[in-house]
């Protein structure tokens, strides 16, 4: 009898970074990361996701961390496996569009300190918007990752992810991912999907997802079957709900098959022993609420993300008119519709949302337009995959003239003047960036730093008063 093929599938652990930003607002310090990390380094991930995303931000502003420095502290430990950041191409971490001398300074500043994976969307999908940070990452060695918004639509039909999926490769992409931010890709359409992209490209395939509509592990099996190369899953004290699938089960599902991942269930163990405590202090504390950890079938009934229903909630709250929530529900995916049906991740999702609910508040639509919808109507993003409707356009811009171009072809560099406005703040190159990023936030952390630094000098003078008395 003919052996059986081996493919072992890849393993990504997102337990430093998507898990906890999904049902832990992020808040993971660094230190509860470091004493864990000898052993994570003995388990044979194919990667590590620690870096980017929310965390940068979260570390400035609630953390009170140099997010460089946990970088660095990170590849100190991590001797063996590859660390893995998520960027948003064009946005780098933060909202807008930067400069191009901003996204590669980031890139080689990423690299330098010890991403080795670099995972890079574009909310729309607009393949303009990774160019800069593609090129870069390229120049500076890293593997480049281009991650596809997976969304559900008229225009995302099969060939449409082909074609995206070869014109990705031959942008020089190391590999695809395949981001499903809201946990819509059921099992047997990752399957088909999969399929497809087998066909159009011979990059490795990662399939990342979220529990949230409680699909994700049929849907990673599917997926596997069909020939995806990698999956993205959390160690279970930091798994399902709004996070990925748990390691161990689909490690063990795996196990004596064609894909056996061959990591260790004891390793992994230890590990998930290590981040049940903080799983329940988080639990205690409020910081990670239960609820996120069922099922919102809501997300597979309205196709809109977990995250983006509980900001309309609040949204609704806010304007005492929780009664709207349905109707906002279904204006959604007419706003969507509008807008060139973009896929609805960080920024695209709040501004359709918040459109809908202004839409629906004011009782006519477009009557209330936040800056973000006129943005966007004006090619400020980047282009959609379908046409914007014209009648909304003009409603909302007027008579100013959209563009065509690629975004940050109309920003000047940005670098210099960031340099200029921090340059009182700053003790390691990659401040500038930080700032770049989170202006007043980083200016906050700054300062804290500088506090912290004195505090801790007068505490040294002290204890050297005290130890050689004159
Ligand atoms: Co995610």
């Not at 999926?165 to 047997?188: F, W």
């Not at 006519?364 to 914007?388: A, D, N």
Request: with cysteine.
């Amino acid at each position: 009898m003919a052996e059986i093929q081996k493919k072992p599938v890849k393993i990504v652990e997102t337990g430093l970074r998507d898990a906890h930003q999904s049902l832990m607002a992020t808040r993971m310090t660094t230190e509860q990361m470091l004493p864990i990390i000898d052993t994570m380094d003995k388990v044979g991930y194919y990667a590590v996701e620690c870096w980017g995303g929310a965390t940068f931000d979260a570390c400035l502003r609630f953390l009170k961390e140099d997010p460089w420095d946990r970088l660095r502290k990170l590849k100190a430990g991590f001797k063996n496996t590859r660390l893995q950041m998520l960027f948003r191409g064009q946005n780098i971490l933060g909202y807008n569009h930067y400069a191009d001398d901003v996204v590669e300074y980031f890139v080689q500043k990423s690299v330098a300190n010890g991403i080795d994976v670099i995972r890079i969307f574009d909310c729309l999908n607009d393949l303009r918007n990774l160019q800069t940070a593609v090129k870069a990452a390229n120049k500076e060695k890293a593997e480049v990752q281009i991650a596809l918004s997976y969304t559900l639509g008229d225009a995302y039909t099969l060939d449409y992810w082909k074609d995206i999926a070869k014109r990705i490769e031959d942008m020089g992409a190391n590999s695809i991912c395949i981001k499903d931010m809201a946990g819509l890709l059921v099992p047997y359409a990752a399957q088909e999907l999969v399929t497809a992209l087998k066909e159009s490209t011979t990059l490795d395939i990662d399939l990342h997802t979220h529990y949230t509509s409680g699909v994700a592990s049929m849907t990673y099996l599917k997926a596997v079957e069909a020939g995806c190369d990698r999956i993205d899953t959390a160690i279970s004290p930091l798994a399902l709900g709004t996070s990925q699938p748990a390691t161990e089960v689909m490690v063990e599902t795996l196990k004596g098959t064609p894909y056996d991942t061959g990591l260790s269930q004891d390793i992994l163990a230890d590990i998930a022993d290590y981040f049940t405590p903080i799983r329940e202090e988080a639990i205690k504390s409020g910081l990670l609420n239960t609820k996120v950890l069922g099922v919102n079938i809501k997300t597979l009934r309205y196709q809109v993300p977990g995250g983006m229903l509980s900001n309309l909630v609040s949204q609704l709250k806010e304007a005492g008119r929780e009664d709207l929530y349905r109707e906002v529900l279904e204006e959604i995916p007419r706003v969507r519709k509008d807008f060139g049906e973009p896929p609805l991740v960080t920024p695209s999702s709040q501004i359709v949302g918040t459109q809908a609910v202004m839409n629906v508040i004011a009782g006519e639509r477009y009557k209330l337009v936040p800056k973000e919808s006129k943005k966007i109507m004006l090619g400020e993003f980047g282009q959609t995959v379908k046409p914007f409707n014209p009648e909304v356009q003009k409603k909302i811009i007027g008579d100013e003239t959209p563009i065509t171009c690629r975004p940050a072809d109309l920003i000047p560099p940005q670098l210099p003047q960031f340099e200029k406005e921090c340059a009182q703040w700053k003790q390691q190159d990659e401040d500038v960036l930080s700032y770049a990023l989170f202006p007043k936030v980083a200016e906050e952390f700054f300062k804290y730093r500088e506090a912290q630094q004195t505090r801790v000098d007068s505490t040294v003078a002290d204890v050297a008063d005290k130890a050689y008395p004159v």
